[in-house]
């Protein structure tokens, strides 16, 4: 945790708010725990990562201040779960027989629309003596700070997933830290979302600068998924405001309708379903070559502009992003191009 405040602490330095504002010492990144190899790795990208200036208002005078730079991260070292095996997950005793259910319900959501599996396991641990065996551990922690908490990807020797019980749409929240636990990111910190939403940099609390640094196309993949306002893994667009009432972000495209859908916990998305198969359900020759495929994809490239057939290149290195797995096999390769 000390490391992770650390990062937070180098942030707030490199976009020059460091003499009026302090980050939050609360042990998270955004609303998210890191590894100390994930810290780390952020800490050391600061001096290469690519920069861009925001205008952030300087409370102690009520001007603006202009930073003269943000930092864009590349995707932290995240594991996945063995592919085609069965995750273990099970319960901290503070869980009563309603919120387990309510897990149970995020669990099926997941298990009946992607091909990812649990078993729920007697995992014989408690909240302060985590279990020793790789699995998804479900904690109850009351606290108004969060509704849910977790690691991105496989943490070793076992993934907490912290609940508060406190929020709305609880089976949802728990759907969003388990898609971080399977190494899913948020959606509002992908590359391309400058295209999608507007981050109001002015109406943000210097304190949550953090929940919006995004992340770096060279390593992250969207995997041709489109930017989605909807997503379960979007925040709000009321999170990190330094006031009441303010927009932190706002949808490039039907605002008044997008706005309201951010933040949402109501369910998995076909644009999340996609997220967790494209992780875990594609067959292992159907792999990029480049996490800059997913970009690619977006912007419709896969296909060729002649003759509507896939592009060459996008089909040998970007069957994935492309849905091009079907042609994956060099036989119908060959016979779809010919």
């Not at 302060?128 to 977790?150: E, K, M, Q």
């Not at 830290?177 to 190494?183: D, S």
Request: hydrophobic share 30%; glycine share 6%.
């Amino acid at each position: 945790m000390q490391r992770t405040y650390e990062l937070k602490e180098i942030i707030y330095e490199k976009v020059g708010v460091d003499d009026f504002s302090k980050p939050a010492d609360n042990g998270l990144y955004g609303h998210n725990l890191l590894t100390l190899e994930q810290a780390e790795a952020y800490i050391a990208q600061l001096n290469s990562s690519q920069e861009y200036s925001i205008a952030i208002p300087d409370e102690s005078n009520g001007r603006r201040k202009r930073a003269g730079n943000l930092i864009y991260f590349k995707t932290s070292p995240t594991r996945k779960w063995p592919i085609g095996k069965p995750i273990p997950y099970g319960f901290d005793k503070s869980l009563n027989t309603r919120q387990r259910d309510v897990i149970r319900t995020c669990i099926n959501e997941i298990t009946s629309k992607t091909c990812v599996r649990f078993t729920e396991t007697n995992l014989d641990a408690t909240s302060d003596r985590p279990p020793n065996i790789s699995s998804i551990y479900f904690v109850r922690y009351p606290t108004t700070a969060y509704c849910g908490l977790s690691y991105i990807g496989v943490y070793t020797p076992s993934n907490p997933i912290y609940l508060s019980f406190l929020c709305n749409d609880m089976a949802g929240v728990a759907c969003h830290e388990v898609m971080h636990a399977l190494g899913v990111e948020h959606e509002h910190i992908r590359p391309d979302r400058d295209d999608s939403i507007t981050v109001l940099w002015d109406n943000i609390d210097a304190q949550f600068l953090d929940y919006y640094v995004p992340a770096d196309g060279s390593t992250y993949s969207s995997y041709g998924i489109q930017y989605k306002c909807d997503s379960i893994m979007h925040y709000s667009y009321k999170i990190g405001a330094r006031d009441f009432g303010l927009h932190t972000m706002t949808s490039k495209v039907n605002p008044d309708i997008n706005d309201d859908l951010m933040g949402q916990r109501k369910g998995l998305t076909q644009a999340d379903v996609d997220a967790i198969n494209k992780l875990y359900c594609y067959p292992e020759e159907c792999t990029d070559t480049s996490n800059f495929c997913g970009a690619w994809a977006t912007q419709g490239l896969c296909y060729c502009r002649t003759n509507g057939k896939p592009d060459c290149y996008m089909l040998q290195n970007c069957p994935n992003s492309c849905n091009f797995c079907k042609y994956v096999d060099i036989f119908l390769i060959f016979k779809y191009l010919t």
